[in-house]
């Protein structure tokens, strides 16, 4: 009987340890870095907004606080307003949301150009030009 008891605490005990020592396997480990962050760490940052260039897709994200973007009438007491994008000089759209996207550009060099229409005194004519390379 003590011979029973000795190999069940000696069973204990071992499965005790094996299993603090997987827990500190797991607590050596590194921890992740979500996705969310491995994405806005590759965007560059370019004044007011935020880019990142993905084939032949410009991903564009204001970073603008306390700025609604909305398409009615503008009105000057008012944080509001749109963004206008220009491609190599040309006018590519009007966009209404904090994160666009602007598609199927050509392989080179593009100048794009983002401006902000607003008629707030902080953000009036605010814009922002840089380089892309599509590859």
Known sequence: MKWML?????LFLLTGCQSQH?????TRQEPAVPVMQQTQSEMKQ?????YKV????????????DFHLEPSPLKKDKK???????????RAGNEYTAAFVVKHLSKGKHKMTVV??????????????WDVFVT
């Not at 993905?54 to 603008?64: H, K, P, R």
């Open 6 to 10: 000795s190999i069940c605490a000696l």
């Open 22 to 26: 997987d827990q500190e396997q797991v």
């Open 46 to 50: 370019q004044g007011f907004l935020k």
């Open 54 to 65: 993905q084939g032949s897709v410009v991903y564009i994200e204001s970073t603008l606080q």
């Open 80 to 90: 509001a307003g749109y963004f206008t994008v220009y491609v190599d000089g040309k």
């Open 116 to 129: 902000l229409n607003s008629r707030h005194p902080e953000y009036k004519q605010k814009r922002e030009t």
